[in-house]
């Protein structure tokens, strides 16, 4: 899979009617490559086109704007063969090029709010298939736009049919200006009624609202990689990513999770292209948005090897914030062995093609300076490491080699303790997990229970389990 497909399906909920600043990338010296839901745009110093939008689906708002500037164009075979089915094209889109809508199957309704649109002159230009001789083409669906318009015209010229908006509005003298900080203006708001019947196939939102506090009780311990250890300056940000260790008996099969956070840049930046890469063994990767990037428009795709993720955020002002950025949730083979580490790290592209990206919505001097700190001097690198059992063994509080009845009493103990507020009665953190013994996170009666139940099988006739067998057993 090519990454620009891979990403602009990774971006499918990063643009809006309203034409939110999208994610940008270096791309030719004459202009970078813009991402946006399935379509490409080539931004340049003064104007953005539409490049390409073969994956765009249903219904298609094409922006106003992006990162501030003008979409002026929809380039030459732009949609062309895709399974677009409306498609709204602002007052700001100047020419409609050779073959952007040519062969579109589904494609039924094109709503041009520019009177003076210049669209370029073939039948093929909007069309559902082409004729048997290539060069003809046929579309059923209808064409919509002011009366004395170039739609209009070109809609007669090749027989398609035709909805008039009425008269075209005046024209705005302010429509000149290159660069808004105003984004508000939508351009299919007020005019398009029937564009609502087909919806854009957006799955890869990453807008899932799901509950943080499932955190697995599996991580012993855990300790912040830091990747820097100066003072963090605001404008020149770093990423960080969280190390931890699990112990061996606990780590075969569990879920832990990692933290991807970013400091020096709050309430600087919202466009973010973040390529995260980790061991391949690490299964059932998932990724939650955290609350730095909380009122960002959010995205993500899994790499083609399976063992990277492109995350990316847009937003229409800089509300990124300092703090959590993603929350990262692996599953550990059923394998794992003390000494096994599992890296995961932020790094820059695979392919080379879509460049990393932390910037501005101004997309200035001080967004580059940013993007430029950050993939140079700010990556980060985590892991999860597996260490050796501790000593105390399940159920063996004492750590006596014996599980009896003291060991139920000092559970006892500790769970009084906890029940009364007061402080533990264990000298030893490694206490708690030989104390857990139902491994559900709390040490309370059950686990005296437990306890005391195989103290007392013990006791009996000859015995054949061990203490985590006969927990199975029970």
Not at 355 to 379: R, S, V
Request: hydrophobic share 35%; proline share 3%.
């Amino acid at each position: 899979m090519k990454l620009k497909k891979l990403f602009s399906a990774a971006a499918a909920a990063m643009i809006t009617v309203a034409a939110l600043p999208c994610v940008s990338f270096a791309g030719t010296p004459d202009h970078s490559t813009v991402i946006a839901g399935n379509i490409t745009y080539y931004k340049y110093s003064d104007h953005v086109e539409v490049g390409s939008a073969f994956p765009a689906s249903g219904t298609v708002d094409i922006p106003e704007r992006i990162s501030g500037l003008p979409v002026t164009a929809v380039g030459e075979k732009a949609f062309s063969g895709s399974d677009v089915e409306v498609v709204n094209i602002p007052d700001s889109v100047k020419s409609i090029k050779s073959g952007a809508f040519e062969a579109c199957p589904l494609l039924s309704y094109v709503v041009i709010l520019g009177a003076d649109c210049q669209i370029a002159d073939s039948s093929t230009t909007i069309s559902n298939k082409l004729k048997s001789d290539g060069k003809t083409g046929e579309f059923g669906g209808t064409i919509e736009g002011y009366d004395s318009s170039t739609a209009m015209a070109y809609a007669k010229k090749y027989g398609y049919i035709f909805n008039s908006l009425g008269k075209a509005p005046e024209a705005v003298t302010t429509a000149t200006t290159a660069v808004s900080t105003t984004s508000s203006t939508t351009a299919t708001s007020t005019t398009t009624a029937k564009v609502t019947t087909s919806t854009a196939k957006a799955t890869t939102s990453t807008t899932k609202k799901t509950t943080s506090t499932t955190t697995s009780t599996t991580t012993t311990t855990t300790s912040t990689t830091t990747t820097t250890t100066t003072t963090v300056q605001q404008g020149k940000p770093v990423f960080k990513l969280n190390s931890t260790e699990v112990y061996e008996s606990r780590s075969k099969g569990s879920e832990q999770q990692m933290t991807l956070s970013v400091e020096g840049a709050d309430g600087l930046y919202c466009d973010t292209v973040v390529y995260v890469y980790f061991d391949k063994r690490l299964k059932n990767f998932t990724a939650e948005a955290g609350s730095a990037v909380e009122t960002l428009t959010k995205a993500q795709a899994m790499g083609d090897t399976k063992d990277f993720v492109v995350l990316t955020t847009a937003g229409s002002e800089n509300a990124g914030r300092d703090g959590e950025m993603w929350r990262f949730t692996f599953a550990l083979p059923d394998d794992c062995m003390a000494g096994d580490e599992f890296d995961i790290e932020v790094g820059l592209s695979k392919y080379g093609e879509i460049k990393p990206l932390f910037t501005n919505f101004e997309y200035d001097a001080k967004g580059t300076a940013m993007t430029e700190h950050i993939f140079t001097k700010g990556l980060a690198k985590g892991s999860i490491i597996v260490v050796e059992d501790p000593p105390y063994k399940l159920g063996d509080v004492t750590n006596d080699g014996l599980i009896d009845s003291v060991d139920a009493s000092r559970v006892l103990a500790e769970y009084a303790a906890i029940s009364a507020k007061k402080a533990s009665t264990f000298t030893d953190k490694r206490q708690y997990i030989a104390a857990d013994v139902n491994g559900d996170g709390s040490i309370d009666a059950v686990d005296a229970s437990a306890i005391l139940a195989f103290y007392a099988y013990l006791s009996g006739k000859e015995p054949v389990y061990g203490f985590e067998e006969f927990l199975k057993k029970m």
